[in-house]
């Protein structure tokens, strides 16, 4: 897998349970994510070159996911259960599975979105909870 490949997918990879430590201001809707990681995808190789939009991407994701996660937690905590229900062992999605979803939700509803509730949404899909 080439340098590239691994710095797109660094940047959009969604761990379930980051510990990341510190969530990221949310300054990115949805379908400006969505375009941005699209646009930074097409670049293959040259993608390297680009630190910061993948910071950035990066940071998106990490404070989303902290966000959701958190929410999660607390309900849980509160004694009923969150958006979704992972499952025990830690899961990952690719980049090419976490586009997907992202650019599954209609890009009407994706330029309304926080990347809180496009993850949200994503994660209802993908973990939905049972009983």
Do not use: W
């Amino acid at each position: 897998m080439s340098v590239s490949r691994h710095l797109v997918l660094a940047a959009c990879i969604v761990t379930i349970g980051i510990d990341s430590s510190a969530a990221s201001a949310q300054q990115m809707n949805a379908d400006l994510f969505y375009q941005r990681a699209i646009k930074l995808k097409k670049k293959g190789p040259l993608a390297i070159f680009q630190r910061k939009e993948i910071k950035a991407l990066i940071a998106e994701v990490e404070g989303a996911g902290k966000i959701v996660k958190e929410r999660r937690l607390a309900a849980e905590k509160a004694g009923g259960h969150g958006a979704y229900c992972p499952p025990k062992e830690r899961d990952r999605m690719t980049s090419d599975e976490y586009l997907q979803r992202i650019g599954a939700i209609p890009q009407t509803d994706r330029k309304r979105m926080t990347m809180v509730e496009a993850v949200t949404r994503m994660l209802e899909r993908k973990y939905p909870c049972r009983g």
